[in-house]
């Protein structure tokens, strides 16, 4: 069976600093990849998307960045932390060339910015 | 992205049924209609999906509209498990790198309360 691993589970970093999440998939091959933000209410704001190694796709203009080292691993990276950085991410992976197939996700890291 | 309408909250008791609405009038042809649930710090959990026909799986049922303009999430038992935000989502084709991945835009959801 299939599953996504991301950590850590929390974050406490403070502005200025540098970020790295992981988040690795099992059980699947060349997945399509996803990072999700979650700021203050409900909403999942998509960030970046990936179908392939290398492959990497900026949903919003930010302070973030993304990359795909290996087939199921993907990175959320910022060089220098804001306050505005401050969320749940979630990582989320599919199955590769199905659009239709539902996203999985994994628990989270909440990042608190301080 | 093709948008959703839903009630920010609903409430329901211990078991009995409960149907979540959702509106999506701009809904294109070929667009998946995809239910989605997401408890208090975790990561969301796929429900349903469906295109055209009604939908039944282990965890619920998803009724579309004949114009699918609206659908209609069904938890025929509802239990305190089930209080959740569930989001209703308009998963729309997407080609990129020549690999067809489908974006996923998740709106503010609807706060299902469940009573004991």
């Known amino acids: 069976s299939q599953t996504i691993h991301q950590w850590p589970a929390t974050l406490v970093q403070p502005v200025g600093s540098p970020l790295s999440l992981e988040c690795t998939v099992e059980?699947?091959?060349?997945?399509?990849l996803y990072w999700y933000r979650q700021a203050a209410g409900r909403g999942l704001q998509l960030l970046f998307y990936s179908v392939g190694i290398g492959q990497i796709s900026s949903e919003v203009p930010q302070n973030l960045s993304a990359s795909r080292p290996q087939d199921r691993q993907f990175i959320l990276s910022s060089k220098k932390l804001l306050l505005s950085d401050s969320g749940f991410y979630l990582c989320?992976?599919?199955?590769?060339?199905?659009?239709?197939?539902?996203?999985?996700f994994g628990n989270g890291t909440r990042l608190t910015v301080t | 992205d093709a948008k959703t309408t839903q009630p920010n909250s609903m409430e329901s008791n211990e078991e009995e049924p409960v149907h979540l609405p959702c509106n999506h009038s701009t809904i294109s042809g070929t667009d998946y209609i995809h239910w989605y649930r997401q408890l208090p710090s975790q990561g969301p959990e796929y429900v349903i999906h469906?295109?055209?026909s009604n939908v039944n799986n282990r965890m619920a049922s998803l009724a579309i509209a004949e114009d699918r303009k609206s659908s209609t999430l069904i938890l025929h038992r509802a239990t305190l498990r089930d209080a959740a935000v569930y989001y209703c989502?308009?998963?729309?084709?997407?080609?990129?790198?020549?690999?067809?991945?489908?974006?996923?835009?998740f709106g503010q959801g609807t706060i299902l309360t469940v009573h004991p």
């Open positions: 989502i308009l998963r729309t084709r997407l080609v990129a790198g020549g690999t067809s991945y489908g974006k996923l835009t």
């Open positions: 989320a992976w599919s199955v590769h060339r199905a659009y239709n197939s539902p996203l999985h």
């Open positions: 469906g295109l055209t």
């Open positions: 059980g699947t091959s060349n997945p399509n």
